[in-house]
Nanobody, 121 residues
Framework: QVQLVESGGGLVQPGGSLRLSCAAS????????MRWLRQAPEKQRELVAH???????NYADSVKGRFTISRDNAKNTVTLQMNSLKPEDTAVYYC???????????????WGQGTQVTVSS
């Protein structure tokens, strides 16, 4: 099972930027669809962005044009660049690897521990 560790959260003023990184262990990282989700207090966890093994990306409407997801398969990392941050982006952000079939085997998904992002003046 892939292990995920997030980093890069913190406190930023509205309009500022943060870059979240997710470092993954495991030999088949490149085959996973990777996702960033977030959960604000008293709200359900929501999908922010995902990137497939082929590099296709998709974003929540609320972050389109402001956030960019990318991956570096050589370094086993996925990154979320967040620009023009708003107070409503405040949440715990989680990195997720979706379960995937590869070479006849089902590799289970995995979650990181989460990193806090706070947007406030």
């Amino acid at each position: 099972q892939v292990q995920l560790v997030e980093s890069g959260g913190g406190l930023v003023q509205p309009g500022g930027s943060l870059r979240l990184s997710c470092a993954a262990s495991g030999s088949i990282f490149s085959r996973y669809t990777m996702r960033w989700l977030r959960q604000a207090p008293e709200k359900q966890r929501e999908l922010v962005a995902h990137i497939t093994a082929d590099g296709n990306t998709n974003y929540a409407d609320s972050v389109k044009g402001r956030f960019t997801i990318s991956r570096d398969n050589a370094k086993n990392t996925v990154t979320l660049q967040m620009n023009s941050l708003k107070p409503e982006d405040t949440a715990v952000y989680y990195c997720n690897a979706e379960a995937t079939w590869y070479s006849g085997h089902l590799y289970p998904g995995s979650w990181g521990q989460g990193t806090q992002v706070t947007v406030s003046s």
